[in-house]
Every structure is written in structure tokens, then in C-alpha cells.
């Protein structure tokens, strides 16, 4: 079955620190991949997304993200979190071949203390 | 520009009593339609999706359904609820099944 793994369950940094939150999905051919944020109180929003070519994908807020094939990823990163960057994030991918709709990960919680 | 509404915002029903959450789309047509179910430490569980008016796909069986009586609404149901039915909802639209979806501003059913 497809699946969609984030590694952090919960990140804890201090402002100006370097971000790098996890992303791995099961092996499913062709993917469209997706990273949301959800601000405390606010709804789901889209942050950055790859469909197909240049696997580093820059998003809002000064995100990115970077595909790797070989090893089933799409992590996302931020060189220096700001207090406002707390929030949930999640990874979700479309898997081209037979998908149905967006399968989410877990989740990851982002703390950032000023 | 395209909205979505989703109603209520919280909900507290008895168990064994019905269930009604309904979900609009302004400013397109023909949407792709989704509810997800959101809990704490398990990320988002889709629940149903739409492609068109009375055309649901069910991905997790439990006691709820889902209908689509008109081509931007989508309702999510349930006869008796369970306590286990508790969470947050979440509707949401896309254009394509692949592409990014747009979500609603979530209702949070606690069941007593």
C-alpha cells in the first residue's frame, strides 16, 4: 500500500537555526509531491509542490524542497527558521499510477523559541 | 477567485445521534471534492472523495457517508454516531486528483 513517512514527529529550534524536516514515501512509480503548513489556528496551506523538473522546488516563506528518486524523498528545508515558522507541517504525494487522492505523513511539529 | 466553506466550526453531538457537515465551493466548477479526517499524531485520513455529482468513493469503511447532491457540495453524514467519530474535518477541493488541493477551515465533532 502507498504510504507517506515523516520522521520527526515533533523539532525544536531556536531562531536563525537551519531547518530539515524528513520526508520518504513507499515505491509507487511517478509521484506529485507536496508540502502543507498548518499555522496554529489556521487552515492547511500549500507551501511548495514538484510535479517533474528541477528537483529543487523553492516555495512561500523562504521553503524548499528537494526530490531525490533514488531514495524515495522530498525533504523540505529553511536556512534560518524565524518564531513565526511554528507550526505543523506535512508531506503529502499523489501517486500517479493508482493514486485516488493526496496521501498524507503524520505530521511534523515545528517549535521555535526567539 | 475560488473559496471554500465548511460548516460548523465545532460540534458537539450525543452518541448514537445523526450527523450533517456540508462543504461548499465558490468560483469553479466541476471540482474535485475530498473530506479528510484530521487527529493529533496520525496526520490526515481520507475519508471520501468526489470526481462529480453523485459519484463517491469511500476509502476507509466506517459509519459514515458521504454525498455529493449538487456539483460544488459536499456532505459528509452519519446515521448514529460513535464516540470514535470524534475529530477535525477537513474539506477540501482540486482542480485534478493530482494537483494541489485548497482546505476548508475545518469543524472539530467532539461526540459525548
Known amino acids: 500500500a502507498q504510504s507517506v513517512s515523516q520522521h520527526n514527529h515533533h523539532v525544536i529550534l531556536s531562531e536563525a537555526a537551519s531547518l530539515e524536516l524528513g520526508c520518504n514515501y513507499s515505491?509507487?512509480?511517478?509521484?506529485?509531491l507536496f508540502w502543507y503548513v498548518q499555522y496554529p489556528g489556521q487552515h492547511l496551506q500549500l507551501l511548495l509542490k514538484?510535479?517533474?523538473?528541477?528537483?529543487l522546488v523553492k516555495g512561500i516563506k523562504g521553503f524548499e524542497a528537494e526530490f531525490i528518486k533514488s531514495k524515495f524523498s522530498f525533504n523540505l528545508r529553511k536556512p534560518s527558521v524565524q518564531w513565526s515558522d511554528t507550526a505543523e507541517y506535512f508531506c503529502?504525494?499523489?501517486?500517479?499510477?493508482?493514486?485516488?487522492?493526496?496521501?498524507f505523513g503524520k505530521g511534523t511539529t515545528l517549535s521555535v523559541s526567539s | 477567485s475560488q473559496t471554500i466553506h465548511q460548516w460548523p466550526a465545532t460540534l458537539v453531538q450525543p452518541v448514537g445521534s445523526p450527523l450533517s457537515l456540508e462543504c461548499t465551493v465558490e468560483?469553479?466548477?466541476?471540482?474535485?471534492l475530498y473530506w479528510y479526517r484530521q487527529a493529533a499524531g496520525r496526520g490526515l485520513q481520507l475519508l471520501f472523495y468526489?470526481?462529480?455529482?453523485?459519484?463517491i468513493s469511500s476509502e476507509v469503511p466506517q459509519n459514515l457517508s458521504a454525498s455529493r447532491p449538487q456539483d460544488r457540495q459536499f456532505i459528509l453524514s452519519s446515521k448514529k454516531l460513535l464516540l470514535s467519530d470524534s475529530g477535525f474535518y477537513l474539506c477540501?477541493?482540486?482542480?485534478?486528483?493530482?494537483?494541489?488541493?485548497?482546505f476548508g477551515s475545518g469543524t472539530r465533532l467532539t461526540v459525548v
Open positions: 477540501a477541493w482540486s482542480v485534478g486528483r493530482a494537483d494541489g488541493y485548497t
Open positions: 515505491y509507487g512509480g511517478t509521484v506529485n
Open positions: 514538484y510535479f517533474s523538473g528541477d528537483p
Open positions: 503529502a504525494v499523489f501517486f500517479n499510477q493508482a493514486g485516488t487522492a493526496l496521501i
Open positions: 468560483g469553479t466548477s466541476n471540482p474535485n
Open positions: 468526489s470526481v462529480g455529482i453523485g459519484q
